[in-house]
Every structure is written in structure tokens, then in C-alpha cells.
């Protein structure tokens, strides 16, 4: 069976990747594994370079977001088949098998059941829609009935049996190099969200299969990173929804949304503003008009943050 390269993207993980490289070293067929740091200030890189000096380590100076660290790696690698690990996810015993023994005819990509909180994620989605993503804004991004802007979950949860669908969440996730060459690697205006969603959707668009593979299982934290204020990744993850409207929708469509969020926005900030209330959140608002105006031009806070240089034409 083919050997797989293990691709993990490191922002102050200290505290979690010696229990994803730990079992990421369990799996059979593993080959290459990488660890590319964004920049960490902790001892991401210290425990790394020290525990694992089999690990191919790219310590970037700058936070480059998600989608570029992810794809420095993946231009090196030799192996057929690439699995993108969170730091703060690790593998289930034979879960590496159970995922590279899914890739049949036409498979470009695949998933493993995630567990978070205890609870299986729904991981697997139909693709969005404007329409969903219109009504979800509409109710103050609150009902996720409508599908949100990523689409819904594919029918049949949690899906003991497999199933198939449009895109799979980025925590873990397992790509055929055939699949990049067809449609490219991640796209680098894409700082923190969507990336993934965006990728697999350019697969799905292609004719690849995307599936999950229950077998195999991920436990995932989630935002175990997020060392910020907590309104910056709500803007980063607003930033990365405009920026994925513009990727797979009409100028008309990307324009009433985008209309949408700000109208949305500017309400409650005029509501704030006429109650005297709640500064901090007024200006956070403001943030967020400015990001439905252009979301190029308000800059990524994250610390060392670097934007691609194409931002600015």
C-alpha cells in the first residue's frame, strides 16, 4: 500500500502536538511528515525540533495564514497521498489505513469520522448555497438549519456506513497528489477559514469523489490556538465567508450578501450606538462594516500576521 506524507500546520501549539505527533507516528504507511510553524511564540518549534528530529520542520518568520503554510509543504512532498492534520488533532490507531484503503477509482479526497466535545462532528456537506447563506445572515448568522454558508450536513448522520459529499472539515483531511495536480494547491488569499471548503470544492466541481470514511477516527479540540481577543477570529472567519461568496458565486449574488452583512451590521450598530452601549462591540461592528466594504483592505491583527502581497493591488 502507498505511503502517505503527514502535513501539520502549527500556530502556539505547544500544548497539544506531542499528542498529534504521537499519533501520528502510531499509523502504518505513514511517510514524510512535516510540521510547518506560523510563527509560533511558545515551544511549538523547541518540542518539535528536540522530540522529533525525523519531522521536516519549515519555521516560517511570518503567520502566513493556513492555506500558504499547508501548501509549502505540499510542493515538496514526494509521497502520492498527503493527510492535512490540526495540531490539535490526533489519530485513532489505524485510522491512516483505514482512510489511504478508501481512495478507489475517482476518489480525490477523504475524511475521518471527528470526534469533538465527544460528539461526532458532521463533517461531511452538501455544497452551499447563496440562498442558505443569505438566510443564515438574515437571522444573525444564529440558524444553522439553513445550511450556514458551507452547506448542510449530507443525509444519513453520522454516517456509519460512509457516505459522499461535497466538502469534509480541514482538521483532518487526506488528498491525492492526482487531485492537486488537476485543480491546485489551497488558495492563499484565504488567511484562516474556508480555505478548506473552497479546495474541496474546486475537487467536487472536477468530478473528484469526496468521501468519509467512519473507520477511521479523528479527535479534534478546536480553536486551541485562538490565544486572542475574541473578536478577531469572528472577523477572520467573516473575512474568509466574503472572500469564498467571491469564489463561488456571481457579482450580483457576492454583492447582495455582501449588502446583507453590512446592512446587518450597521443596524446593530446604530442600536448600541443609540443606547450608549457596549463600546468595545460598536467598534468591533465597525470592523466588520469595513470587512463588507472590502475585506482586503482591513488588516489580519493576528500577531506577525502576513498578508499575501496581491492584497494590495
Not at 69 to 90: C, H, R, S, V
Amino acid at each position: 500500500m502507498d505511503k502517505v506524507a503527514v502535513i501539520v500546520v502549527t500556530y502556539r501549539s505547544e500544548s497539544w502536538i506531542r499528542q498529534c505527533l504521537d499519533s501520528v507516528f502510531e499509523q502504518e504507511h505513514m511517510g514524510s511528515v512535516y510540521v510547518v510553524d506560523n510563527a509560533s511564540d511558545d515551544q511549538t518549534i523547541h518540542i518539535v525540533q528536540s522530540e522529533y528530529p525525523q519531522v521536516h520542520v519549515i519555521s516560517n518568520v511570518d503567520n502566513v495564514g493556513f492555506a500558504a503554510a499547508n501548501n509549502q509543504a505540499l510542493k515538496l512532498i514526494a509521497e502520492d497521498y498527503a493527510l492535512l492534520l490540526n495540531p490539535d488533532a490526533f489519530l485513532e490507531q489505524e485510522s491512516l489505513t483505514d482512510l489511504l484503503a478508501t481512495f478507489d477509482e475517482g476518489v480525490g479526497m477523504v475524511g475521518p469520522r471527528i470526534i469533538r466535545d465527544k460528539q461526532i462532528e458532521a463533517s461531511i456537506c452538501e455544497p452551499p448555497s447563496a440562498w442558505a447563506s443569505w438566510l443564515f445572515l438574515l437571522s444573525g448568522m444564529r440558524n444553522f438549519e439553513t445550511g450556514g454558508f458551507s452547506g448542510k450536513p449530507v443525509p444519513g448522520y453520522p454516517w456509519n456506513e460512509g457516505a459522499q459529499g461535497a466538502h469534509i472539515r480541514g482538521s483532518c483531511m487526506m488528498v491525492s497528489k492526482a487531485a492537486i495536480a488537476d485543480v491546485g494547491l489551497l488558495d492563499e488569499r484565504f488567511f484562516l477559514y474556508f480555505e478548506e471548503t473552497e479546495w474541496c470544492l474546486r475537487l467536487f466541481q472536477k468530478g473528484w469523489k469526496i468521501k468519509i470514511q467512519p473507520k477511521a477516527i479523528a479527535h479534534h479540540v478546536g480553536r486551541a490556538s485562538m490565544k486572542t481577543a475574541s473578536s478577531l477570529p469572528s472577523l477572520e472567519f467573516m473575512r474568509g465567508a466574503i472572500l469564498f461568496w467571491s469564489t463561488q458565486y456571481n457579482g450580483l449574488t457576492v454583492f447582495i450578501l455582501r449588502t446583507t452583512f453590512f446592512f446587518m451590521a450597521a443596524v446593530k450598530h446604530f442600536l448600541l450606538f443609540a443606547l450608549m452601549r457596549d463600546a468595545d462591540k460598536r467598534a468591533w461592528l465597525g470592523d466588520v462594516m469595513k470587512l463588507a466594504m472590502n475585506p482586503y483592505t482591513l488588516p489580519i491583527i493576528y500577531p506577525k500576521a502576513k498578508r499575501p502581497s496581491y492584497w494590495d493591488k
